[in-house]
């Protein structure tokens, strides 16, 4: 639900933001943005606050503690040192609750586990200071206040809006359905101009992007249709049923993308029909896509 | 995606399967529900993939280093996963500046509170630093 309010379903391709040499690619909107739109939709007061010193940044979330508040803060996942290691590279946008401290070790719940954790005071600094591109600086939030009643259909029926808006209107062409064309067209170019190492680890960054980042599978598509689902519920507006089931079949056209993809890669292939098809199924992904966001818009309240 | 459709492809590399992933499928009546998975035989081959590509480059630079070729410094970067504006960014300097440290003859220069800053951000000792390679 929290998704679906704070518009989190996205596309994003930017050829010439390199990670490692690897251009980027995104299913999701940009770290922070749900939160603050879903906080924001409910009517949910929350502290913020980023800071110049780690000691003040420690002292600060202790204090919070103290007063039993669990607290949110962006950290970078490559000092994390409770998740295995196939999974701790730098990226610094990643959220997690520290709720508690126990023998000088802080009590984490973080979304990528399904049980919660610790961490020792220095690896959390190391995380909460991580340098690079973006700098989380410490930052943490938390939550003041709650209103007595929440109008959760609002929140639905603009969080659907401003979806609608981000995947169809971006007038440039490397946001939203637009940039699953131009991920497909440049995907088709990939066998003439890259070398066979580069062409399998371009498409290798898209499946981690698509399956290995976040929740749900399926580039986050599962999860947004499972909103719709609730949404569907929660409303009684039955369009929004038939739109999750049209959405959770987008979604199964991304699995059997990645699942080719990865065939490819496999193959170590770098012939060009194998390429041009994965390049067909990514554009009948966009137009399907297009569609159903046209609709999405449609649907009458 | 259906609930029978939901991969439990075990993947020991680097621990991967230890963290059980959340997915979203559907049941026989078509309402949605979260599942664990161990994995998926598309995202592990992925997530190899990736691995294998820096610990081969990563072991290139090994070589180099032995050869005389480039200084430690480029050795731990890459091994902490770290890229060259990023490990800029932890240093307080300007890249070119990071480029020129690469350099054994300027790296066998280089002052002790500079090292110590480079020490700590590899999380490694001066000696297992200045050794490297030797």
């Known amino acids: 639900m929290a998704f679906g309010i704070g518009a989190g379903i996205f596309f994003g391709h930017l050829p010439f933001v390199k990670v490692s040499g690897i251009p980027g690619t995104t299913f999701r909107i940009w770290p922070g943005y749900i939160f603050k739109r879903v906080t924001q939709r409910l009517g949910i007061k929350i502290h913020t606050e980023k800071f110049d010193s780690e000691a003040k940044a420690m002292e600060a979330l202790d204090t919070a503690l103290s007063q039993n508040i669990p607290v949110g803060m962006i950290t970078g996942v490559y000092y994390l040192d409770y998740l295995p290691e196939a999974f701790r590279f730098h990226f610094n946008a990643h959220n997690l609750v520290i709720y508690g401290k126990e023998n000088d070790r802080y009590l984490v719940s973080d979304p990528v586990l399904e049980a919660t954790a610790t961490i020792g005071p220095e690896a959390l600094v190391r995380a909460r200071f991580a340098r690079g591109m973006p700098e989380p600086k410490g930052k943490m939030y938390y939550i003041k206040e709650v209103p007595g009643s929440i109008d959760l259909a609002k929140g639905i029926k603009d969080g659907i809006k401003q979806t609608c808006f981000f995947m169809s209107s971006p007038p440039v062409p490397w946001f939203g359905v637009n940039a699953i064309h131009l991920l497909a067209k440049k995907i088709e170019q990939y066998p003439k101009k890259l070398t066979p190492r580069q062409c399998t680890l371009y498409l290798g960054n898209i499946i981690r992007m698509q399956e290995e980042i976040g929740t749900g599978g399926g580039g986050f598509r599962f999860l947004y249709a499972a909103f719709l689902q609730e949404a569907a519920q929660h409303t009684g507006n039955n369009e929004l049923g038939t739109l999750s089931e049209r959405y959770t079949a987008i979604g199964d056209q991304w699995r059997h993308f990645a699942y080719s993809a990865a065939r490819i890669c496999k193959a170590r292939n770098s012939d060009l029909v194998s390429y041009t098809e994965l390049s067909k199924l990514l554009h009948d992904i966009g137009d399907k896509e297009k569609q159903f966001f046209k609709d999405l818009k449609k649907v009458s309240w | 995606m259906k609930l029978n459709e939901v991969p439990q492809d075990k993947e020991e590399f680097k621990g991967k399967s230890n963290v059980h992933k959340l997915l979203y499928a559907t049941g026989d009546d078509g309402s949605y529900t979260s599942v664990n998975s161990e994995g998926w035989e598309a995202e592990n081959l992925a997530t190899t993939q990736a691995w294998e590509a820096v610990l081969e480059e990563l072991k290139e630079t090994e070589a180099k280093v032995k050869r ?42 280089l002052d002790d509170k500079t090292l110590a800053k480079y020490c700590r951000i590899f999380g490694i000792t001066l000696s297992e630093l200045q050794d490297f390679g030797r």
């Open chain 2, 68 to 109: 005389g070729e480039l200084s430690p410094i480029a050795y731990f970067m890459q091994k902490n996963l770290m890229e060259l504006s990023v490990l800029a960014r932890y240093m307080g300097k300007w890249k070119w500046q990071i480029k020129r440290h690469f350099k054994p003859e300027v790296f066998r220069k």
